[in-house]
């Protein structure tokens, strides 16, 4: 039976994906932020075999469109032969403590996949939008399908604003693990129509059947305001207990995700322009080259 799958992804988010470099690392925690435009890495997966693994099989389902279920079907077994996979003893490379990990596992097989998904698909979003912002000049947050979402993402739910306000560089979804959060490009036109009538509001009730008592499959209209003025940014402090630092987290998102993935790629990028990548890896730098070429190709297009 053929499982439809989510779709082939723009070649702009799959360029993300392919542009990245392989490190493997003990703690997600290792890598931070902005590194993680340029880097690719999976918890525990300290081995470049299982690392390579992982990162073929996810490449192979943002090219073909595979969901969740062809991913790790076809992951699973060559985990397990490679050894990664259930709960084991390993030593932190950082502390040399030995601890209880959890390596691989249909838990975490749907964490990684949704995760690389949905920051590639983000990535390429925001570099469409930066061809197309001429005629599509601003972005609209919305609500995902979740069926509960973090109070403060309700919040940001209607928030319309230039594709270029300084807002999106940490609140373009995704904003944490799980998130399903979205963003919209939309017209000048549009713009102007939802000023004034509003935006489907998050919390529309099903309609339900007078007669029979069941729902309909419908929502009720029910719209609500968008926010053309940024919302106030509430950061709260959080100690990366790996480095020791503690660092400024805005409410509402979980460590770590505060970037927007497409725009970190540009600034890496641009850096790499301006000379400012000596000393980093060749390889690096080789495939940074590369995605320069890409991109230019695209924007002149």
């Not at 290792?30 to 993680?36: A, F, K, V």
């Not at 995760?115 to 390429?124: H, S, Y």
């Not at 990366?240 to 770590?256: A, F, H, L, S």
Request: charge should be positive.
């Amino acid at each position: 039976m053929l499982i439809k799958g989510p779709g082939p992804i723009p070649s702009d988010a799959l360029q993300y994906f392919k542009a990245k470099v392989s490190k493997p690392e003990f703690d997600w925690r290792d890598i931070w932020r902005e590194e993680h435009a340029h880097a690719f890495t999976v918890a525990k997966a300290t081995q470049l075999d299982v690392l390579d693994s992982i990162r073929d099989a996810l490449d192979k389902a943002l090219a073909e469109g595979r969901n969740y279920r062809q991913f790790a079907r076809e992951l699973t077994p060559e985990l397990q032969r490679l050894g990664w996979w259930g709960k084991a003893i390993m030593e932190d490379p950082l502390t040399g403590e030995i601890k209880g990990v959890q390596l691989g596992s249909p838990r975490r097989l749907k964490t990684i996949y949704r995760a690389n998904m949905r920051t590639a698909r983000a990535a390429g979003q925001w570099q469409r939008a930066q061809r197309t912002k001429k005629a599509l000049p601003y972005l609209i947050y919305e609500l995902g399908p979740s069926r509960e979402h973090r109070a403060e993402h309700v919040a940001w739910h209607g928030t319309l604003l230039p594709v270029d306000d300084p807002w999106w560089d940490t609140h373009m979804p995704p904003n944490g693990w799980g998130c399903k959060c979205r963003v919209r490009q939309v017209t000048q036109r549009e713009y102007d129509r939802l000023v004034k009538n509003g935006t489907p509001a998050p919390d529309r009730a099903q309609v339900i059947d007078s007669d029979t008592g069941l729902p309909t499959g419908h929502r009720e209209e029910k719209t609500t305001p968008v926010k053309t003025t940024a919302p106030a940014i509430h950061h709260v402090a959080w100690k990366n207990k790996r480095t020791g630092v503690t660092e400024m987290v805005p409410e509402g998102i979980d460590p770590g995700w505060d970037t927007n993935p497409g725009k970190a790629r540009k600034q890496n990028l641009e850096e790499v322009l301006a000379g400012k990548m000596a000393g980093m890896p060749r390889e690096v730098v080789a495939v940074a080259k590369r995605d320069i070429a890409f991109y230019q190709n695209r924007m002149s297009a």
